[in-house]
């Protein structure tokens, strides 16, 4: 399932990518396709934080998620306020929208986790069953 969902993003990400390309050079840039395309440019700095704490950091799968809910929310407000998608008045609204992506991608993870570790359990018993 996981790989499934990641070929289908990364297949989703390359059709928005040529349509937005041929747009753009058909009609210019647009409102709606600048979005997109700076979407795209945040989620590219989030997966550059997210591997960086994934290499440095040692905590724990709470603290960890918890760093990196911090460092996202800060990249998403700083970047939201270059791009002008928020105001000083509604800040906050990027930890809103950083949880909600969070608490999805963490179910997801869980659940991947689950079945990875039912897999690997099913193996060790195989094995020892096989060795008895």
């Known amino acids: 399932m996981k790989r499934i969902l990641r070929?289908?993003?990364?297949?989703?990400?390359l059709m928005i990518f040529s349509v937005?390309?041929?747009s753009i050079i058909w009609?210019?840039?647009?409102d709606e396709i600048l979005?997109?395309?700076e979407l795209f440019g945040l989620s590219f700095l989030i997966a550059i934080v997210?591997?960086?704490?994934?290499?440095?950091l040692s905590f724990s799968i709470v603290g960890n998620y918890l760093v990196k809910y911090v460092a996202v929310t800060c990249i998403v407000m700083?970047?939201?306020f270059i791009v002008g998608w928020f105001f000083r008045s509604n800040f906050w609204?990027?930890?809103i929208y950083v949880a909600v992506v969070f608490v999805l991608a963490y179910l997801l993870d869980s659940f991947q986790t689950k079945?990875?570790?039912?897999?690997?359990?099913?193996?060790i018993k195989a094995k020892d069953a096989a060795c008895k």
């Open 7 to 13: 070929d289908t993003c990364i297949l989703s990400a």
């Open 93 to 95: 609204m990027a930890a």
């Open 78 to 80: 700083l970047y939201g």
């Open 50 to 56: 997210n591997f960086v704490c994934d290499e440095m």
């Open 115 to 123: 079945k990875d570790l039912e897999y690997i359990n099913g193996q």
């Open 20 to 22: 937005f390309t041929i």
């Open 27 to 30: 009609s210019g840039l647009t």
């Open 35 to 37: 979005l997109v395309l």
